[in-house]
């Protein structure tokens, strides 16, 4: 007897709807499956016919085979146990209700019990895109999905209780969590921080644009500290951001006692990862840094410390905000879509250009900068140098409370606004995001914006894509400044912050 179920399989962070075809008949006793199946997968018979005898089912010896569709897709993961379980208890007539109109997600025991697997907020996703009634999943994994309308998700403990539910013998409790309403944006404040009022400013106008900032400094000065607390100045998460940051990380297998997540992620990488761990790859690819602090930010720590084929691979994602890993028989997109922050020593003592305490010569410090490529420098929008802080910075508390993580979040989100009503018509959300067809339209400048720009240019010698950063910043600084044009002031701070190479 013939029938068909639907399960999941994760394909990068997207999932793609599986047909699980199942044959029962006479012949020779076996368990055969087909449809270009991982060893995951492949080890399920052993897995599913235990969990069958074990779950009170008594199932004759008989010829089973099993096709995956589509054929050309690569099956991979633990998730389809249940959908194989379930197509044979249907072809032995012991699931008499259609099974059609649903998804079956989940990993067997050989108890018969429904195990946890990754992913199910995409496959969720993906059934409601397809139009199923139902998906039916572990117990506790549901609470990925509280956001997710117009389709029921169930959650199974073992495989009676779905033969059950089926048969309509017994109700499954629809998956039913709440968020909580208690939110804290950051467990820091900008206003611990000494001094250090220009990196504030640079921060400041990082998070209100999301540009990619450099932090320049002798060992002490706060570059760790600013960048800590830049996820608190960033507006509250919507139900999108989060939905689409938990689908992230439950992909990836990381998502910590199956909840949504509601802060936005500060990923700091130690120095040895590799290029795979950073923008994503391996064997089997996964999510890499860079794709899990989509919606938060990347901090790289003591930049020159990072293998230069590892920073290198950051220069085409920083660029198109998406990273493609590509195999023999299949390419996978992750997105890319967060706020770069990294942090370096001038030289290598780290007190450059204080020469009571930097012995370093100057090939020693051109030595120590070159080490980063200046294609990777150029994928800052942002450069700051944090300065030696002094007693009395130590002691100014009233001008670091001007600072605090409260008032420059309050100008963010008014910036954000700003940005959201400006680029309602088109597929971008930040200032650092514009093409050049977006910077003709929105960064028109005066005759006496462009003579500075034009020498800015010729001063700095800059890029192409040097030239288009300064106008984004610019831009950022006069929605900052709520200013509807581009004047003289805005172009002077954004090109100051752009000099990254004073210091060599």
Known sequence: MYSKTYGMTLFGIDAHIVGVETDVGGGLPCFEMSGYLNTEVKEAKERVKISIKNSGYDIPPQRIIINFTPANLRKNGTGLDVAVAIGILKSNGIIKECVNNGVFIGELGFDGSIRAVDGVLAFVLKAKELNFEYVIVPSGNGSECVYVDGIDVFEADNLKDVVDFLNDIKKLNPSDYKISDNYSYTDVDFSDIHGQYMAKRAALISACGMHNLLLIGSPGSGKSMIAKRIPGILPKLSVYEMTEITKIYSTAGLLRNKTLINRRPFRTPHTNLTEAALVGGGSTPKPGELTLASKGVLFLDELTR????????????????????????????????????????????????????????????????????????????????????????????????????????????????????????????????????????????????????????????????????????ARTIADLDNKERIDINHISEAAGFRNIYEHR
């Open 306 to 473: 990072f293998k230069t084929n590892v920073l290198e691979a950051l220069r085409q994602p920083l660029e198109d905000r998406v990273v493609t890993v590509s195999r023999n028989k299949y390419t996978v997109q992750y997105p890319a879509d967060c706020m770069l922050v990294a942090a370096m020593n001038p030289c290598k003592c780290g007190y450059y250009p204080d020469r009571h305490k930097c012995q370093c010569t100057d090939i020693d410090i051109d030595r120590y900068i070159g080490k980063i490529s200046k294609p990777i420098f150029d994928r800052f929008d942002i450069s700051v140098r944090t300065e030696t802080v002094t007693y009395d910075d130590m002691n100014n508390k009233d001008k670091d409370n001007l600072y605090s993580t409260n008032s420059m979040r309050e100008q963010v989100e008014r910036v954000r606004i700003i940005q959201k009503e400006r680029f309602i018509d088109e597929k971008i959300n930040f200032n650092s995001e514009m093409s050049n067809g977006n910077i003709d339209r929105f960064c028109k400048l005066g005759s006496c914006e462009g003579e500075l720009m034009r020498e800015i240019f010729s001063k700095f010698n800059l890029t192409a894509r040097g030239y288009v950063k300064i106008l984004k910043v």
